[in-house]
């Protein structure tokens, strides 16, 4: 395995993760903004307020996206499956 072979396993791994996280990470970024502008404009300093509301957003992105991060993680462990193989 050349060092070319081992860098490109470790950016599709990176790019892999990348793309995975990022639903999650907008959204509940989108969310806390949203609640910390709602919260500031309304003086209601409830701690639980954000955190109930990124709790179910993450719920609802992982039901909407489900499928495709598992076909993406799968299509990423066959990558290196073949990979292994053609060694």
């Known amino acids: 395995m050349s ?3 081992i ?3 470790a950016r599709d791994a990176i790019v892999t993760a990348l793309l995975i996280a990022a639903p999650f990470l907008l ?3 989108a ?5 910390a502008i709602m919260q ?3 003086q209601v ?3 639980s307020i954000p955190f109930i509301l990124k ?3 993450v719920a ?3 039901l909407l996206l489900g499928t495709w991060i598992f076909n993406e993680m799968s299509d990423f462990t066959h990558r290196i499956m073949d990979m292994i193989n053609g060694l």
Do not use: C, K, N, W
């Open 45 to 47: 300093q409830e701690q």
């Open 3 to 5: 060092v070319a072979d």
């Open 27 to 29: 959204i509940t970024a």
């Open 7 to 9: 860098s490109y396993i």
């Open 60 to 62: 609802l992105v992982l």
């Open 55 to 57: 709790i179910v957003s």
């Open 31 to 35: 969310i806390g903004l949203f609640a």
């Open 40 to 42: 500031a404009a309304t």
